[in-house]
């Protein structure tokens, strides 16, 4: 499996995870340290792992509500063997989010280090 691939995979597994609300699959996605924030909300949003995924346990998943999947992945970029931007787009209930994920390659497996997103509500 090529680096890409390995990539693309970690990608979609995040997608997954945030479609079923699924923080097992978010674990595999996210390396343990990773930072979450947006300065979409005010004060800036930062969040660590455990913050982060006990909000997503209590979500009501997009899949429980049969919402379309939207998820895009527009870019990804190496900058070298162990560290990868992804630029990805998806969508949870009426906001699109764009997401700008750093991802590292620790003991040979890729995960995502920092997630900083912007948020826009998307016309119905």
């Not at 499996?1 to 079923?20: N, Q």
């Not at 006990?54 to 379309?68: F, H, I, N, T």
């Not at 620790?106 to 998307?122: L, N």
């Amino acid at each position: 499996m090529s680096e890409f691939d390995a990539v693309t995979g970690v990608l979609e597994t995040y997608f997954d995870g945030l479609y079923h609300a699924d923080i097992g699959r978010l674990a595999i996605a996210f390396h343990p340290k990773a930072i979450y924030a947006t300065a979409d909300e005010i004060p800036l949003l930062y969040r660590t792992m455990d913050e982060y995924f006990r909000v997503v346990e209590k979500r009501e998943s997009p899949a429980s509500r049969a919402e379309p999947r939207r998820d895009v992945i527009n870019a990804i970029e190496f900058a070298g063997e162990n560290t990868a931007f992804a630029r990805v787009c998806c969508s949870i209930g009426s906001r699109d989010f764009i997401d700008f994920l750093t991802l590292v390659r620790t003991d040979g497996v890729w995960q995502i280090m920092a997630k900083v997103f912007q948020i826009t509500e998307r016309e119905t």
